[in-house]
Structures are given as structure tokens and as C-alpha cells.
């Protein structure tokens, strides 16, 4: 399979040095290494055929720039969606905002709504508040959950360990507002359309 890899700057493992001798020999002998290992890693994903697979064998900060390039192979596979839940989820959460909250926008935009949902579970309620916790200040994130005593746990954790005074944020939702519901994964996590976070009356309790 081609695969566009314009952009693409960590296509080296982390175990990879990528700094520079003073020694001739020796830098010569670690650029041909480091050669040799981007040659056999850009063959290993050119010879992956499902666009997920071989994204995931990049580093992980080119992952979202190959999901970019290669959206169209993506989408005739049918595994966009799939790509974009498992990048966000391993970067964000009801207490956590990883990344750029545009380029999520944009991704999650960019979804097929019934695909994405099918990744998740049925959401159980007609209309239901949901929360998430902050110690940042950051109130429109795009996941909550739906369970109270969950935030308030970690509340008592981040007390406890002096990280600082969190803000608990609650809004009223939907289910026409919601992306997917990840049952069992931090609690029943929602996570909401980027366009009614961006104008919901978000509440700090």
C-alpha cells in the first residue's frame, strides 16, 4: 500500500537515538543505523493494507498527521472513525484534555455520526447531566461522564496529593448532543458534540 507520509517527523522509535557524535565513524555508522531502521519501519507500514494497523506502528506524534494524509484510505475501509476514537481516547478523559481541541473538532466533525456511534454503547437516557473536572480552568472539553461520585473521588484524590483545587463543570445533554457513550470506560464517559459544547450553558458547581 502507498501511504502519504508528507509531513510525517517521528517515523524512528523512541529507542532511537537521534542526536549526533563528534566522532566521524561514529555519526556516519549512526545515520546509516537510523537509515536502516526508518527504511525498515516505512516498509513495515507500506506493507500494512488496513490504514489503522499501520498508522499505530508510527510513532505516536505522527499519528494524526497520517490520518490526515491518508483520510480517503481511511474512509473506503471504513475505519476513519475507528482511527479517530482510538487517538482521542488515549489522550483524553473526563479529567484530561490532550492535544488541540480544534483538531478534535475537526476530526470528530469529520465522522460519520452512525459509524462512530456503533463504537460505543446505546446512550440509556433521553436527557441526562453529565460532569468532568478540571484543574486547568478548561470547562469545554468534549468528554464528561455521567457519574457524580466519580468526579467527586477525584476531587478528594487531587486534594490529597496537593495537584490543586479542581473545578467540577456540569452540563444538561441529550442524546441527540452525543458523539458515543463508552460504557465501563472511566465510569460511563460521554463524549459530546463538538458544536454544543461550544455554545452550552456550562455550569461550575
Not at 18 to 35: C, I, P, T, Y
Not at 64 to 85: C, H
Not at 116 to 133: K, N, Q, T, W
Request: charged share 30%.
Amino acid at each position: 500500500m502507498e501511504w502519504n507520509f508528507q509531513g510525517i517527523e517521528f517515523l524512528h522509535r523512541p529507542d532511537v537515538y537521534v542526536g549526533s557524535f563528534d566522532n566521524a565513524k561514529m555519526q556516519a555508522r549512526h545515520e546509516e543505523l537510523k537509515r536502516n531502521r526508518l527504511d525498515t519501519l516505512k516498509k513495515a507500514v507500506q506493507e500494512t493494507k488496513d490504514p489503522l494497523d499501520a498508522m499505530l506502528k508510527l510513532h505516536k506524534l505522527d499519528h494524526i498527521r497520517f490520518l490526515l494524509n491518508n483520510s480517503r484510505a481511511f474512509r473506503d475501509a471504513g475505519r476513519f472513525e475507528a482511527a479517530v476514537l482510538e487517538l482521542y481516547t488515549k489522550t483524553n478523559s473526563p479529567f484530561l484534555c490532550g492535544g488541540d481541541f480544534a483538531v478534535w473538532d475537526e476530526l470528530f466533525e469529520s465522522c460519520a455520526r452512525e459509524r462512530l456511534s456503533a463504537l460505543g454503547d446505546p446512550f440509556p437516557l433521553e436527557s441526562a447531566i453529565v460532569y468532568r473536572i478540571s484543574v486547568t480552568g478548561i470547562e469545554r472539553g468534549l468528554s464528561w461522564t455521567l457519574s457524580r461520585e466519580l468526579v467527586k473521588r477525584f476531587e478528594d484524590r487531587w486534594q490529597e496529593q496537593g495537584i490543586g483545587r479542581a473545578k467540577i463543570y456540569t452540563v444538561e445533554t441529550t442524546g441527540k448532543n452525543v458523539l458515543i457513550y463508552l460504557k465501563g470506560r472511566h465510569d460511563e464517559e460521554v463524549i459530546l458534540e463538538p458544536q454544543f459544547v461550544r455554545t452550552a450553558p456550562i455550569l461550575e458547581l
